[in-house]
Every structure is written in C-alpha cells, then in structure tokens.
C-alpha cells in the first residue's frame, strides 16, 4: 500500500524558531512536494523536488526552504518561523511520468501553529 | 483571475439525488486535468482524472469542455459517504506535467 508519512501531525513553535518538516514516501518516487492549505485559499505549491539534491521553488517559497538528501525523504525548513506560516503543510509523491497523468500520493499533513 | 475557479459550496443535496459541479480554468495551455477528493480533516485523494473525450468511473463522470476552459463532476446516485471536498486540479504548463495548480474546493454534504 502506498505510503506518505509526515513527523507530525500537530506542532506548535514560537514566533523566530527554526522549524523542521519531514516527509518520507515508501514508493520510490521521483518527485515530491510540500504545499500548505489555508481556508480559502486552496493548496499552494511551496517547493518541488524531481530528484536527490534537487528542488525547485513553487508558487510561495519565500521564507521557507528544502533538503532532499536521500530519495525517500523530503524535508520543509522554516528558518525563522512567523505567525502567517500557521497552516496545514502537506507532502505528496509521485512518479517521474511523461503522461501528466500521474497521482500525486500526499501525507496526512502537519497543522503547524506558530505563537 | 485565478488559475482554477470553483464554486465553494455548500452543496447540500438529498441521498440519491444527482449533482453537478463545475470549475473553470485560466490558462488554455493546461493539458492535465483531475478531481480529487478531500475528506473533512484529511489528506486529498485522487477521484478520477479528466480525459478530453470524457469518461466515467461508476456514478461519476468527468466532462472537459477546452473551448470554455471547464471541467465538470457529475456524481449520480449521491451516497452518504460522498460527502467532503471535492478539488478541481490543473496542471501549470511550461512547469511539466507534475506542478499542479489545486482549486479551492467544493463542499459537498450528502443528507439522508
């Protein structure tokens, strides 16, 4: 069964501190993603990653950053957490396919509150 | 204007009732069109995905319209468990077909 997990599903940090997100998919997929989703808003695509050491920013990188060192693993960094990065942050994988057909498999999400 | 534009709902439908729900797009470039499903409290699901000559996956049908830039779910039968989110998704050419671009979603709430 395809599996996306996320550290955790509840995280409360204080305004200024780093934070770290961490994503892990068992399906050997390519790519990975973190999105946040905001009432109104919708999903929005915070950085993408097709391969080991590769990322790319998505629609609302700043204040945020990415490590994919192994491919199994994605991780979202907040260098200096602030009050507007309390959301719901999802991972998601999917194969590298040529067809544009391919799901994307996403964790259960981090609602992350920053005070 | 936004990239993917959807009716938020509520939709509050009877069990067994058929209903509709569209969701335009803005860019004529996109090739890649889906619904997904988002259960109260977690994570979305891939629903179905929408072919250009339409299709069907049991009580559900996906229609594309390109000369409007719509996509439309039709769900017949309503059933209880229908209830939740439904999310029109694009995908963002020039990016590859793997970014994609998530409506806000519509509500559905199926009553017995």
């Known amino acids: 069964d395809v599996k996306v997990t996320q550290s955790s599903r509840y995280l409360v940090k204080r305004t200024g501190e780093k934070v770290f997100l961490e994503c892990v998919q068992d399906?050997?997929?390519?790519?990975m993603f973190w999105y946040r989703q905001d009432p109104g808003l919708g999903l929005r695509l915070i950085y993408f990653s097709y391969d080991v050491k590769m990322k790319e920013k998505g629609d609302i990188p700043e204040g945020y950053s990415v490590s994919r060192e192994k491919k199994e693993r994605f991780s979202l960094i907040l260098e200096s957490a602030s009050t507007n990065q309390t959301s719901m942050y999802l991972c998601?994988?999917?194969?590298?396919?040529?067809?544009?057909?391919?799901?994307?498999?996403f964790g259960p999400g981090t609602r992350l509150t920053v005070t | 204007r936004k990239e993917v534009e959807q009716d938020p709902g509520p939709f509050n439908v009877p069990e067994g009732a058929t209903v509709a729900f569209n969701c335009t797009y803005s860019n004529s470039a996109s090739q890649s069109f889906f619904w997904y499903r988002q259960d109260c409290r977690k994570e979305p699901k891939l629903l179905m995905s929408v072919y250009s000559s339409g299709n069907e996956d049991g009580r559900f049908t996906a229609q594309l319209n390109r000369a409007s830039q719509y996509i439309s779910l039709l769900i017949r039968d309503s059933k209880l468990s229908d209830s939740a989110t439904y999310l029109c998704?694009?995908?963002?050419?020039?990016?590859?077909?793997?970014?994609?671009?998530f409506g806000t979603g519509t509500r559905l709430t199926i009553i017995p």
């Open positions: 399906m050997d997929h390519e790519n």
């Open positions: 998601a994988s999917s194969p590298l396919g040529t067809s544009g057909e391919d799901e994307q498999y």
């Open positions: 998704v694009v995908n963002k050419p020039n990016f590859g077909n793997e970014k994609l671009t």
